[in-house]
């Protein structure tokens, strides 16, 4: 029987879908439309092996629905869509592609950094409209620090570009090991001392219980006046509410934002009505090169797992299943 491997998203990557079918598998896809509902009737009818899963919820519900699940693959890194805990207690590993998408990432991150701090949105709207705002207050880069939250693949591509450009960096990130190679970039164990030197503050943290609304108004008080923040990690990792008050209020200069707290961004949203804010719709991942890159890996992933290779453990969000999941390829 060939292997059946539900996408959670309306197409995969050639690069990902001609390994999928070089390997003889029956390749099932869902509409944006559709949502977790329409995953989980298709898990409770099809016999699916391996979900390879993009920014649709996989809800714990889903997965109960699928007693032939045997394994789990992001296409990306971020899990706060995967009922992780739920895969777990089932014996199910869960797979991210680390990397597949940290040079666009990194790219997004810059972009986002020099748009916000030079008005580049506003006066492309300014022009559009007639109205040639030449707006000549803004930041010039060179000099000012860079504080970092994380420094995992992407945080370093950014430092290595910041300190380029005449950047300092600072590193918080308490999960980094001691001796961890810095790259020129100072660490910092307190996130509070951090963000009191950070010009630039840009988020490279996955969404976890610790990182909700890790940055709130509290934390945003301690930037040095007219900062920026960059996030293309999550939406919920800063308090938006928080974030409007100190935009609104001129305390932060400026944001850059490709993640928001709710996605698609409602057009109600405080952010839409402030002109110090440059906002791209979760896409930092999402060049043809990035897109190839997480499909191909999240093939080989659950390829490589149901043929009985699995991937490095790194790769791999909850490793404790293999204390207790013998039988699992059979």
Known sequence: ??????????????????????????VLYV?????????????????????????????EAAIAACPTLKVISKHGVGVSNIAVAAATARGIPVYVTPGA??????????????????????????????RWSRAQDGLEL???????????????RVARACQAIGMSVAVYDPLLPADAGLEGAE????LPALLARSH???????????????????????LPEGALLINTARGEVVDEAALVQALSTGQLYAAGLDTMAVEPLPPTSPLLRLDNVVLTP????????????????AARNVLGFLDGTPPAASACVNPQVFDHCSGVLS
């Not at 016999?47 to 899963?53: E, H, T």
């Not at 940290?102 to 409209?129: C, N, P, Y």
């Not at 219980?209 to 509290?218: E, F, M, S």
């Not at 896409?283 to 890996?297: F, K, N, R, Y």
């Open 31 to 59: 509409n944006a439309e559709q949502g977790a509902a329409d995953i989980e009737r298709i898990m409770a009818s099809e016999p699916v092996d391996a979900v390879i899963s993009r920014t649709l919820d996989l809800t």
């Open 187 to 190: 660490r910092v164990t307190d």
């Open 282 to 297: 979760h896409v930092g991942g999402s060049t043809p090169a990035a897109l190839a890159g997480m499909a191909a890996g």
């Open 200 to 222: 630039v503050l840009s988020l490279h943290v996955p969404l976890t219980a610790q990182t909700r609304n890790l940055i709130g108004a509290p934390e945003l008080a301690l």
């Open 101 to 130: 998408n940290a040079q666009s990432v990194t790219e997004m991150t810059l972009g986002l950094m020099f748009a916000a701090a030079r008005k580049v949105s506003w006066m492309d709207r300014e022009i559009r409209h007639g």
């Open 142 to 156: 060179s000099g000012r620090t860079l504080g970092l939250v994380g420094f995992g693949q992407v945080a370093r």
């Open 1 to 26: 029987m060939p292997h059946v491997i539900l996408v959670t998203a309306p197409r995969l990557a050639p690069a990902g879908l001609e390994l999928l079918r070089a390997a003889g598998c029956q």
